[in-house]
């Protein structure tokens, strides 16, 4: 019962961690407060199955900020190149 407990709670907290993720992805939520609701998972996660869950949560938050800062840098430098080229033919 008790192994049971555990493999629904894992699989509960990386529903919602996906879902959190998700929801970064798209844009409807920022980084911090992904990290707020992360952290808070993690936090509630160590209740079900120990460090394991949290080390898992960090995975995944360490992935979605290392993708929105790429994105937000190939914007960045797209933007970049297309001011420069509007500034040359000015």
Request: proline fraction near 0%.
């Amino acid at each position: 019962m008790a192994q049971r407990k555990m493999v629904v709670g894992r699989t509960r907290v990386m529903q919602e961690a996906d879902t959190m993720w998700l929801a970064m992805m798209t844009r409807k939520h920022t980084i911090s407060e992904l990290a707020t609701n992360m952290f808070s998972l993690a936090v509630s996660s160590v209740v079900i199955e120990g460090n394991m869950m949290s080390d898992l949560l960090s995975e995944r938050l360490s992935e979605v900020i290392t993708m929105r800062l790429f994105l937000s840098m190939s914007l960045s430098s797209s933007l970049t190149s297309r001011r420069s080229k509007l500034t040359a033919l000015l």
